[in-house]
Protein backbone atom coordinates (compact mmCIF):
# COMPACT_ATOMS: atom_id res chain seq x y z
CA UNK A 1 0.00 0.00 0.00
CA UNK A 2 1.68 3.43 -0.96
CA UNK A 3 1.40 6.52 1.27
CA UNK A 4 -1.10 8.26 -0.87
CA UNK A 5 -3.27 4.47 -0.64
CA UNK A 6 -3.04 4.85 3.24
CA UNK A 7 -3.88 8.12 3.42
CA UNK A 8 -7.19 7.68 1.28
CA UNK A 9 -7.82 4.98 3.32
CA UNK A 10 -6.90 6.18 6.90
CA UNK A 11 -9.27 9.23 6.33
CA UNK A 12 -12.36 6.93 5.48
CA UNK A 13 -11.70 5.02 8.91
CA UNK A 14 -11.73 8.08 10.70
CA UNK A 15 -15.24 8.43 9.34
CA UNK A 16 -16.03 5.26 9.81
CA UNK A 17 -15.20 5.73 13.50
CA UNK A 18 -16.97 9.07 13.91
CA UNK A 19 -19.95 7.90 12.84
CA UNK A 20 -19.84 4.61 15.04
CA UNK A 21 -19.27 6.74 18.03
CA UNK A 22 -21.66 9.07 16.92
CA UNK A 23 -24.62 6.51 16.40
CA UNK A 24 -23.78 4.30 19.11
CA UNK A 25 -26.84 4.22 20.84
CA UNK A 26 -28.76 2.99 17.47
CA UNK A 27 -27.22 -0.52 17.98
CA UNK A 28 -28.32 -2.97 20.14
CA UNK A 29 -25.74 -2.72 23.36
CA UNK A 30 -25.58 -6.73 23.55
CA UNK A 31 -24.78 -8.78 20.94
CA UNK A 32 -27.55 -11.46 19.90
CA UNK A 33 -26.18 -13.56 17.16
CA UNK A 34 -26.48 -17.01 18.16
CA UNK A 35 -22.96 -19.53 18.43
CA UNK A 36 -21.39 -20.37 15.29
CA UNK A 37 -23.25 -17.73 13.27
CA UNK A 38 -20.25 -15.65 12.92
CA UNK A 39 -17.53 -18.31 12.02
CA UNK A 40 -19.92 -19.67 9.50
CA UNK A 41 -19.69 -16.93 7.24
CA UNK A 42 -15.77 -16.37 7.21
CA UNK A 43 -14.22 -18.53 4.39
CA UNK A 44 -12.86 -21.72 5.75
CA UNK A 45 -9.57 -20.84 4.15
CA UNK A 46 -6.93 -17.64 4.05
CA UNK A 47 -7.70 -16.03 0.35
CA UNK A 48 -4.74 -16.79 -1.96
CA UNK A 49 -4.62 -13.40 -4.01
CA UNK A 50 -4.99 -9.84 -1.96
CA UNK A 51 -8.73 -8.11 -1.65
CA UNK A 52 -9.19 -4.43 -0.86
CA UNK A 53 -9.62 -2.52 2.05
CA UNK A 54 -13.25 -1.32 0.74
CA UNK A 55 -14.14 -5.51 0.72
CA UNK A 56 -12.97 -6.07 4.01
CA UNK A 57 -14.57 -2.81 5.24
CA UNK A 58 -17.82 -4.10 4.03
CA UNK A 59 -17.61 -7.61 5.30
CA UNK A 60 -16.57 -6.17 8.75
CA UNK A 61 -20.13 -4.21 8.44
CA UNK A 62 -22.35 -7.41 7.60
CA UNK A 63 -20.40 -9.85 8.87
CA UNK A 64 -18.57 -8.80 12.45
CA UNK A 65 -21.04 -6.12 13.35
CA UNK A 66 -23.93 -7.78 14.29
CA UNK A 67 -21.58 -9.94 16.47
CA UNK A 68 -20.23 -6.87 18.80
CA UNK A 69 -21.21 -5.97 21.76
CA UNK A 70 -21.24 -2.58 22.34
CA UNK A 71 -18.52 -1.74 25.29
CA UNK A 72 -18.91 1.76 24.70
CA UNK A 73 -22.46 2.20 24.73
CA UNK A 74 -23.91 4.83 27.73
CA UNK A 75 -26.33 1.74 28.55
CA UNK A 76 -23.69 -0.56 29.19
CA UNK A 77 -24.15 -1.29 32.94
CA UNK A 78 -22.34 -4.94 32.97
CA UNK A 79 -19.57 -6.29 34.50
CA UNK A 80 -17.27 -3.41 34.70
CA UNK A 81 -16.74 -0.81 31.81
CA UNK A 82 -13.94 -1.37 29.52
CA UNK A 83 -13.59 2.74 28.82
CA UNK A 84 -11.89 3.53 25.75
CA UNK A 85 -11.84 7.52 25.24
CA UNK A 86 -11.10 9.63 22.21
CA UNK A 87 -7.64 10.78 23.32
CA UNK A 88 -6.99 7.29 24.02
CA UNK A 89 -7.92 6.03 20.60
CA UNK A 90 -5.62 9.15 18.82
CA UNK A 91 -2.77 7.36 20.75
CA UNK A 92 -3.74 3.66 19.48
CA UNK A 93 -3.46 5.42 16.29
CA UNK A 94 0.60 6.41 16.93
CA UNK A 95 1.09 3.51 18.74
CA UNK A 96 0.24 1.15 15.38
CA UNK A 97 1.43 3.66 13.23
CA UNK A 98 5.51 3.43 15.41
CA UNK A 99 4.69 -0.68 16.19
CA UNK A 100 7.44 0.14 19.03
CA UNK A 101 8.73 -2.78 20.79
CA UNK A 102 9.23 -1.40 24.76
CA UNK A 103 10.53 -4.71 25.79
CA UNK A 104 14.12 -2.91 27.06
CA UNK A 105 15.13 0.85 27.15
CA UNK A 106 17.12 0.52 24.15
CA UNK A 107 14.52 -0.75 21.94
CA UNK A 108 12.62 2.95 22.60
CA UNK A 109 14.06 4.72 25.90
CA UNK A 110 10.97 7.24 25.08
CA UNK A 111 8.70 3.81 25.68
CA UNK A 112 10.34 2.92 28.63
CA UNK A 113 10.69 6.65 30.42
CA UNK A 114 7.07 7.82 29.90
CA UNK A 115 5.92 4.83 31.64
CA UNK A 116 8.54 5.53 34.63
CA UNK A 117 6.76 9.24 34.31
CA UNK A 118 3.19 8.21 33.94
CA UNK A 119 2.94 5.46 36.76
CA UNK A 120 5.09 8.18 38.83
CA UNK A 121 2.51 10.53 38.15
CA UNK A 122 -0.55 8.05 39.05
CA UNK A 123 1.23 7.13 42.48
CA UNK A 124 1.06 11.02 43.49
CA UNK A 125 -2.40 11.09 42.15
CA UNK A 126 -3.74 8.47 43.70
CA UNK A 127 -1.66 8.52 47.24
CA UNK A 128 0.42 5.28 47.04
CA UNK A 129 3.76 5.88 49.26
CA UNK A 130 5.97 8.09 46.62
CA UNK A 131 8.80 5.25 46.53
CA UNK A 132 6.99 2.66 45.14
CA UNK A 133 7.47 2.38 41.46
CA UNK A 134 5.05 1.16 38.43
CA UNK A 135 5.15 -0.64 35.70
CA UNK A 136 2.21 -1.47 33.20
CA UNK A 137 0.89 -5.08 32.47
CA UNK A 138 -2.12 -6.52 30.59
CA UNK A 139 -4.35 -6.94 32.96
CA UNK A 140 -4.99 -7.37 36.69
CA UNK A 141 -4.74 -11.15 36.78
CA UNK A 142 -1.35 -10.64 35.34
CA UNK A 143 -0.48 -8.35 37.85
CA UNK A 144 -1.53 -10.26 40.64
CA UNK A 145 0.14 -13.80 39.19
CA UNK A 146 3.30 -11.57 39.12
CA UNK A 147 2.32 -10.71 42.79
CA UNK A 148 2.26 -14.51 43.93
CA UNK A 149 5.48 -15.34 42.19
CA UNK A 150 7.46 -12.55 43.33
CA UNK A 151 6.00 -13.08 46.98
CA UNK A 152 6.58 -16.73 46.52
CA UNK A 153 10.25 -16.11 45.49
CA UNK A 154 11.11 -13.67 48.09
CA UNK A 155 10.17 -16.06 50.60
CA UNK A 156 12.79 -18.93 48.79
CA UNK A 157 15.40 -16.39 48.60
CA UNK A 158 14.77 -16.87 44.61
CA UNK A 159 15.44 -20.42 45.30
CA UNK A 160 12.03 -22.08 43.24
CA UNK A 161 12.99 -20.32 40.07
CA UNK A 162 16.27 -21.57 40.15
CA UNK A 163 16.07 -24.94 41.31
CA UNK A 164 11.97 -25.65 41.24
CA UNK A 165 9.93 -26.95 44.11
CA UNK A 166 12.42 -29.23 46.03
CA UNK A 167 11.04 -29.11 49.34
CA UNK A 168 7.66 -30.59 50.53
CA UNK A 169 6.83 -27.06 51.27
CA UNK A 170 2.77 -26.45 51.28
CA UNK A 171 2.07 -22.70 50.59
CA UNK A 172 -0.99 -20.58 51.54
CA UNK A 173 -2.71 -17.90 49.58
CA UNK A 174 -5.61 -15.80 51.24
CA UNK A 175 -8.35 -14.04 49.77
CA UNK A 176 -11.83 -13.70 50.79
CA UNK A 177 -14.70 -15.37 49.07
CA UNK A 178 -15.45 -12.81 47.16
CA UNK A 179 -11.77 -12.30 45.68
CA UNK A 180 -11.62 -12.21 41.76
CA UNK A 181 -11.29 -15.58 40.39
CA UNK A 182 -7.60 -14.42 39.42
CA UNK A 183 -6.52 -14.76 42.72
CA UNK A 184 -6.97 -18.30 42.17
CA UNK A 185 -5.83 -18.87 38.68
CA UNK A 186 -2.42 -16.99 39.90
CA UNK A 187 -2.08 -19.24 42.56
CA UNK A 188 -2.98 -22.38 39.86
CA UNK A 189 -0.42 -21.36 37.65
CA UNK A 190 1.98 -20.14 40.34
CA UNK A 191 2.12 -23.75 41.87
CA UNK A 192 1.19 -23.06 44.67
CA UNK A 193 -2.23 -25.43 44.22
CA UNK A 194 -5.99 -24.08 44.47
CA UNK A 195 -6.75 -25.96 47.49
CA UNK A 196 -3.73 -24.12 49.07
CA UNK A 197 -5.63 -20.49 48.52
CA UNK A 198 -7.71 -20.25 51.95
CA UNK A 199 -10.82 -18.24 51.19
CA UNK A 200 -11.70 -16.16 54.06
CA UNK A 201 -15.33 -15.76 55.00
CA UNK A 202 -16.52 -11.80 55.23
CA UNK A 203 -18.66 -10.01 57.29
CA UNK A 204 -22.40 -8.44 56.51
CA UNK A 205 -20.59 -5.86 54.00
CA UNK A 206 -19.38 -8.99 51.99
CA UNK A 207 -15.30 -7.82 52.93
CA UNK A 208 -12.93 -9.72 54.12
CA UNK A 209 -12.85 -10.45 58.28
CA UNK A 210 -10.15 -9.85 60.24
CA UNK A 211 -11.07 -11.72 62.90
CA UNK A 212 -11.25 -15.20 60.81
CA UNK A 213 -8.09 -14.35 58.35
CA UNK A 214 -6.17 -14.07 61.81
CA UNK A 215 -7.42 -17.46 62.64
CA UNK A 216 -6.54 -18.60 59.73
CA UNK A 217 -2.73 -17.73 59.59
CA UNK A 218 -2.78 -19.09 63.12
CA UNK A 219 -3.69 -22.54 62.50
CA UNK A 220 -1.41 -22.95 59.21
CA UNK A 221 1.41 -21.73 60.61
CA UNK A 222 0.33 -24.22 63.72
CA UNK A 223 0.32 -27.08 61.21
CA UNK A 224 3.36 -25.86 59.09
CA UNK A 225 1.68 -24.57 56.23
CA UNK A 226 3.94 -21.35 54.73
CA UNK A 227 1.75 -18.63 54.42
CA UNK A 228 2.87 -16.74 51.27
CA UNK A 229 0.71 -13.93 50.27
CA UNK A 230 -2.63 -12.28 51.13
CA UNK A 231 -4.89 -11.12 48.57
CA UNK A 232 -7.41 -8.13 49.82
CA UNK A 233 -9.71 -6.18 47.15
CA UNK A 234 -10.66 -2.77 47.52
CA UNK A 235 -14.01 -3.00 45.15
CA UNK A 236 -14.68 -6.41 44.65
CA UNK A 237 -15.78 -7.96 41.00
CA UNK A 238 -19.80 -8.75 43.34
CA UNK A 239 -20.59 -5.93 44.64
CA UNK A 240 -17.69 -3.37 44.91
CA UNK A 241 -16.78 -4.43 48.79
CA UNK A 242 -13.58 -2.78 50.51
CA UNK A 243 -11.91 -5.02 52.57
CA UNK A 244 -10.32 -3.45 55.77
CA UNK A 245 -6.74 -3.18 54.77
CA UNK A 246 -5.61 -1.38 58.07
CA UNK A 247 -6.42 -4.94 60.18
CA UNK A 248 -5.19 -6.69 57.20
CA UNK A 249 -1.90 -5.31 56.52
CA UNK A 250 -1.42 -5.26 60.53
CA UNK A 251 -1.46 -9.15 60.22
CA UNK A 252 0.68 -9.26 56.71
CA UNK A 253 2.98 -7.01 58.10
CA UNK A 254 3.15 -9.32 62.05
CA UNK A 255 3.31 -12.54 59.79
CA UNK A 256 5.52 -11.11 56.97
CA UNK A 257 3.35 -12.06 54.35
CA UNK A 258 3.48 -10.38 50.93
CA UNK A 259 0.17 -8.22 50.88
CA UNK A 260 -1.23 -7.90 47.40
CA UNK A 261 -4.11 -5.61 46.76
CA UNK A 262 -6.74 -6.11 43.60
CA UNK A 263 -8.34 -2.65 43.34
CA UNK A 264 -8.35 -3.57 39.40
CA UNK A 265 -11.90 -1.19 38.51
CA UNK A 266 -12.46 0.77 42.14
CA UNK A 267 -8.17 1.56 42.06
CA UNK A 268 -9.14 4.83 39.70
CA UNK A 269 -11.90 6.08 42.15
CA UNK A 270 -8.64 6.87 44.67
CA UNK A 271 -8.11 9.91 42.67
CA UNK A 272 -10.66 11.23 44.91
CA UNK A 273 -9.55 12.45 48.24
CA UNK A 274 -12.89 11.61 49.25
CA UNK A 275 -11.97 7.63 49.11
CA UNK A 276 -8.26 7.88 50.35
CA UNK A 277 -8.98 6.70 53.32
CA UNK A 278 -10.24 3.57 52.31
CA UNK A 279 -6.25 3.18 51.50
CA UNK A 280 -4.89 3.29 55.75
CA UNK A 281 -2.43 0.42 55.90
CA UNK A 282 -0.99 0.51 51.90
CA UNK A 283 2.35 1.66 53.69
CA UNK A 284 2.25 -2.10 54.68
CA UNK A 285 1.18 -3.05 51.16
CA UNK A 286 3.83 -4.71 49.24
CA UNK A 287 1.80 -4.51 46.09
CA UNK A 288 -0.99 -2.97 44.11
CA UNK A 289 -3.13 -3.05 40.92
CA UNK A 290 -5.64 -0.99 39.04
CA UNK A 291 -6.83 -1.19 35.31
CA UNK A 292 -6.90 2.34 33.97
CA UNK A 293 -8.78 0.44 30.68
CA UNK A 294 -11.39 -0.22 33.35
CA UNK A 295 -12.81 3.29 34.83
CA UNK A 296 -9.79 5.72 33.71
CA UNK A 297 -10.71 6.15 30.00
CA UNK A 298 -7.46 4.06 28.41
CA UNK A 299 -8.61 1.59 26.50
CA UNK A 300 -8.01 -2.17 26.62
CA UNK A 301 -5.47 -3.19 27.55
CA UNK A 302 -3.63 -1.46 30.62
CA UNK A 303 -3.07 -2.51 34.11
CA UNK A 304 -1.21 -0.36 36.08
CA UNK A 305 1.19 -2.45 38.70
CA UNK A 306 2.78 -0.84 41.12
CA UNK A 307 5.50 -2.40 43.48
CA UNK A 308 6.88 -1.16 47.19
CA UNK A 309 10.00 -3.07 45.91
CA UNK A 310 11.09 -3.38 42.40
CA UNK A 311 14.39 -5.26 42.87
CA UNK A 312 12.08 -8.00 44.43
CA UNK A 313 9.89 -7.99 41.11
CA UNK A 314 13.33 -7.93 38.87
CA UNK A 315 14.86 -10.90 40.33
CA UNK A 316 11.82 -13.21 40.09
CA UNK A 317 11.62 -12.00 36.23
CA UNK A 318 14.98 -11.12 34.73
CA UNK A 319 16.46 -13.16 32.12
CA UNK A 320 19.58 -11.89 30.02
CA UNK A 321 20.44 -14.23 27.08
CA UNK A 322 23.40 -13.07 25.42
CA UNK A 323 21.17 -11.65 22.66
CA UNK A 324 19.49 -9.45 24.81
CA UNK A 325 22.58 -7.88 26.22
CA UNK A 326 22.96 -4.13 26.20
CA UNK A 327 25.71 -1.44 27.79
CA UNK A 328 22.92 0.36 29.13
CA UNK A 329 21.69 -2.61 31.33
CA UNK A 330 23.12 -1.56 34.34
CA UNK A 331 21.40 1.90 34.82
CA UNK A 332 18.17 1.82 33.06
CA UNK A 333 14.97 -0.02 33.48
CA UNK A 334 14.18 -3.01 31.32
CA UNK A 335 10.62 -3.60 32.06
CA UNK A 336 10.84 -7.02 29.76
CA UNK A 337 12.51 -7.82 33.71
CA UNK A 338 9.34 -6.69 35.28
CA UNK A 339 6.84 -8.95 34.37
CA UNK A 340 5.99 -11.94 31.83
CA UNK A 341 5.65 -11.12 28.64
CA UNK A 342 8.86 -9.86 26.43
CA UNK A 343 7.48 -7.82 23.75
CA UNK A 344 5.67 -4.43 25.50
CA UNK A 345 3.31 -2.46 23.27
CA UNK A 346 3.68 0.99 23.89
CA UNK A 347 0.72 1.44 26.40
CA UNK A 348 2.09 4.75 28.11
CA UNK A 349 1.25 7.05 25.53
CA UNK A 350 -2.71 6.41 25.39
CA UNK A 351 -2.16 6.79 29.24
CA UNK A 352 -0.30 9.97 28.67
CA UNK A 353 -2.55 11.75 25.99
CA UNK A 354 -5.97 10.04 28.51
CA UNK A 355 -3.69 12.40 31.64
CA UNK A 356 -3.47 15.10 30.04
CA UNK A 357 -6.16 15.68 27.64
CA UNK A 358 -8.67 14.97 30.87
CA UNK A 359 -5.96 16.30 33.59
CA UNK A 360 -6.50 15.30 37.20
CA UNK A 361 -9.64 17.70 37.78
CA UNK A 362 -11.73 16.49 34.88
CA UNK A 363 -10.86 12.75 35.30
CA UNK A 364 -12.51 13.46 39.40
CA UNK A 365 -15.75 15.27 37.90
CA UNK A 366 -16.24 12.31 35.41
CA UNK A 367 -15.98 10.13 37.82
CA UNK A 368 -17.44 12.11 40.88
CA UNK A 369 -20.93 12.50 38.31
CA UNK A 370 -21.21 8.68 37.64
CA UNK A 371 -20.99 7.91 41.50
CA UNK A 372 -23.79 10.37 41.52
CA UNK A 373 -25.69 9.02 39.02
CA UNK A 374 -25.31 5.81 41.06
CA UNK A 375 -26.37 7.49 44.32
CA UNK A 376 -29.64 8.76 42.01
CA UNK A 377 -30.53 5.12 41.02
CA UNK A 378 -30.11 3.73 44.53
CA UNK A 379 -32.15 5.83 46.09
CA UNK A 380 -34.85 5.58 43.58
CA UNK A 381 -34.41 1.52 44.09
CA UNK A 382 -35.09 2.31 47.47
CA UNK A 383 -38.28 4.22 47.52
CA UNK A 384 -39.51 2.13 44.77
CA UNK A 385 -42.31 -0.94 46.03
CA UNK A 386 -41.29 -3.45 43.32
CA UNK A 387 -37.64 -3.22 43.69
CA UNK A 388 -34.84 -3.80 46.88
CA UNK A 389 -31.32 -2.71 47.29
CA UNK A 390 -29.40 -5.87 47.94
CA UNK A 391 -27.05 -4.65 49.71
CA UNK A 392 -25.87 -0.52 50.19
CA UNK A 393 -24.29 0.95 46.90
CA UNK A 394 -20.64 1.07 46.99
CA UNK A 395 -18.89 3.81 44.42
CA UNK A 396 -20.53 3.64 41.35
CA UNK A 397 -22.49 -0.27 41.32
CA UNK A 398 -25.77 -0.75 42.49
CA UNK A 399 -26.78 -4.39 43.70
CA UNK A 400 -30.50 -4.63 43.68
CA UNK A 401 -33.81 -6.86 43.04
CA UNK A 402 -37.17 -7.32 41.63
CA UNK A 403 -39.92 -8.27 44.22
CA UNK A 404 -43.14 -8.43 42.57
CA UNK A 405 -45.80 -8.65 45.14
CA UNK A 406 -47.08 -11.93 46.64
CA UNK A 407 -43.45 -13.62 45.64
CA UNK A 408 -41.77 -14.41 48.88
CA UNK A 409 -39.74 -17.88 48.06
CA UNK A 410 -35.80 -17.22 47.68
CA UNK A 411 -35.77 -19.22 44.92
CA UNK A 412 -39.03 -17.67 43.21
CA UNK A 413 -37.36 -14.16 43.61
CA UNK A 414 -33.99 -15.95 42.22
CA UNK A 415 -35.84 -16.97 39.03
CA UNK A 416 -38.24 -13.96 38.11
CA UNK A 417 -35.02 -11.87 38.18
CA UNK A 418 -32.78 -13.98 35.82
CA UNK A 419 -35.74 -13.69 33.88
CA UNK A 420 -36.14 -10.03 33.99
CA UNK A 421 -32.31 -9.89 33.10
CA UNK A 422 -32.41 -12.16 29.91
CA UNK A 423 -35.49 -9.96 29.13
CA UNK A 424 -33.75 -6.87 29.40
CA UNK A 425 -30.61 -8.05 27.69
CA UNK A 426 -32.29 -9.18 24.82
CA UNK A 427 -34.37 -6.35 24.12
CA UNK A 428 -31.30 -4.65 23.25
CA UNK A 429 -31.72 -1.72 24.97
CA UNK A 430 -29.35 -1.54 28.11
CA UNK A 431 -26.96 -4.56 29.14
CA UNK A 432 -26.32 -5.67 33.10
CA UNK A 433 -25.39 -8.77 34.74
CA UNK A 434 -26.00 -10.65 38.03
CA UNK A 435 -24.40 -11.78 41.08
CA UNK A 436 -25.56 -13.84 44.01
CA UNK A 437 -25.73 -12.25 47.40
CA UNK A 438 -26.13 -14.73 50.26
CA UNK A 439 -28.03 -16.70 47.69
CA UNK A 440 -30.12 -13.54 46.50
CA UNK A 441 -29.40 -13.14 42.88
CA UNK A 442 -29.11 -9.28 42.06
CA UNK A 443 -28.77 -7.09 39.18
CA UNK A 444 -25.86 -5.30 38.76
CA UNK A 445 -25.84 -2.25 37.54
CA UNK A 446 -22.03 -0.30 37.08
CA UNK A 447 -22.53 3.28 36.05
CA UNK A 448 -19.15 3.99 34.49
CA UNK A 449 -19.07 4.75 30.81
CA UNK A 450 -17.50 8.11 29.94
CA UNK A 451 -20.35 9.06 27.80
CA UNK A 452 -23.03 8.39 30.63
CA UNK A 453 -25.54 11.10 31.93
CA UNK A 454 -28.95 11.30 34.12
CA UNK A 455 -31.08 10.96 30.95
CA UNK A 456 -29.48 7.46 30.50
CA UNK A 457 -30.03 6.24 34.17
CA UNK A 458 -33.39 7.53 34.14
CA UNK A 459 -34.25 5.83 30.99
CA UNK A 460 -33.04 2.74 32.20
CA UNK A 461 -34.71 2.86 35.38
CA UNK A 462 -38.27 2.94 33.05
CA UNK A 463 -36.84 0.19 31.01
CA UNK A 464 -36.53 -1.86 33.91
CA UNK A 465 -39.86 -0.95 35.57
CA UNK A 466 -41.34 -1.92 32.24
CA UNK A 467 -39.92 -4.44 31.33
CA UNK A 468 -40.73 -6.27 34.98
CA UNK A 469 -44.36 -5.03 34.72
CA UNK A 470 -44.51 -7.20 31.30
CA UNK A 471 -43.43 -10.44 32.99
CA UNK A 472 -45.94 -12.87 34.50
CA UNK A 473 -45.24 -13.63 37.85
CA UNK A 474 -47.51 -16.71 38.51
C1 LIG B 1 -11.93 -6.92 36.43
C2 LIG B 1 -11.29 -7.43 37.68
C3 LIG B 1 -10.19 -8.29 37.63
C4 LIG B 1 -9.67 -8.87 36.33
O1 LIG B 1 -9.16 -7.90 35.51
P1 LIG B 1 -8.36 -8.30 34.18
O2 LIG B 1 -7.60 -7.04 33.90
O3 LIG B 1 -9.39 -8.59 33.15
O4 LIG B 1 -7.50 -9.45 34.47
C5 LIG B 1 -9.57 -8.65 38.80
N1 LIG B 1 -10.03 -8.20 39.98
C6 LIG B 1 -11.09 -7.38 40.08
C7 LIG B 1 -11.53 -6.91 41.42
C8 LIG B 1 -11.76 -6.97 38.93
O5 LIG B 1 -12.81 -6.16 39.02
Same mark, same amino acid.
Given at each position: MTTSEFKKEAYAMVDLMVEYM????? +??????? =???????????????????????????????????????HPNFFAYFQANSSPPSILAEMLTATLGVQGMKWETSPASTELEERVMQWLIQAIGLPSYWQGVIQSTASDSTLNAILTSREQYSSYQINR???????????YCSEETHSSAEKGAKIAGIGKENVVKISTDGNLSMSPQSLKEHIKRDL??????????????????????????????????NIWLHIDAAYAGSAFI?????????????ADSF????? =?????????????????EALVRTFAILPEYLKTDSDNH?????????????????????????? +???? =????ILRNHIELAKWMEETIDSSNSFELICPRSMNLVCFRWIPVGIESTEQLNELNNELMNALNQSGKLYLT???????????????????? =?????????????TASSIKTD
Open positions: EHIES +YNVKSQV =KPKQIINQLPESMPLVGESIELIIKDFKEILMPGITHWQKGYTENNQYRVDQGYIPLCIIATLGTTGTMAMDPLGEISELSQKHLPEYKYLLKGIDNVFNPH =KWLFTNFDCSAYFVKDPVNNHCDWGIPLGRRFRSLKLWFVIRY +YGLT =KLQEHTKVNGSFALRMSIGQLNVT =KHHIKQAYSIIME
